[in-house]
Nanobody, 117 residues
């Protein structure tokens, strides 16, 4: 089993910043990718950003230039630095891990991010 523990969510004003962290533990012999998804009320879960073990990143268009994903392979931890937040970024953010490119994903419990004045 794999456990993913997210942290760093909270309430922030528009234009502010937050940094999310996700630490993976458990049965981890290899990791292909780790990433972040989000789900706003009444909407489907959507990709925010993903990073492979080799450092290749992929971002959703709506966060390009504002969010940065990074990873500490030694700690099996992925980070999401979120800048210039706006109300549309309000959502539950979920950490995602894949051991292999085509394997099922593991999910964290989610962390709430609320952008409001």
């Amino acid at each position: 089993q794999v456990q993913l523990v997210e942290s760093g969510g909270g309430l922030v004003q528009p234009g502010g910043s937050l940094r999310l962290s996700c630490a993976a533990s458990g049965s981890i012999s290899s990791i292909y990718s780790m990433g972040w998804y989000r789900q706003a009320p009444g909407k489907q879960r959507e990709l925010v950003a993903v990073i492979t073990s080799g450092g290749i990143t992929n971002y959703a268009d709506f966060v390009k230039g504002r969010f940065t994903i990074s990873r500490d392979n030694a700690k099996n931890t992925v980070y999401l630095q979120m800048n210039s937040l706006n109300s549309e970024d309000t959502a539950v953010y979920y950490c995602n891990l894949k051991k292999l490119r085509l394997s099922p994903a593991y999910w964290g419990q989610g962390t709430q991010v609320t952008v409001s004045s």
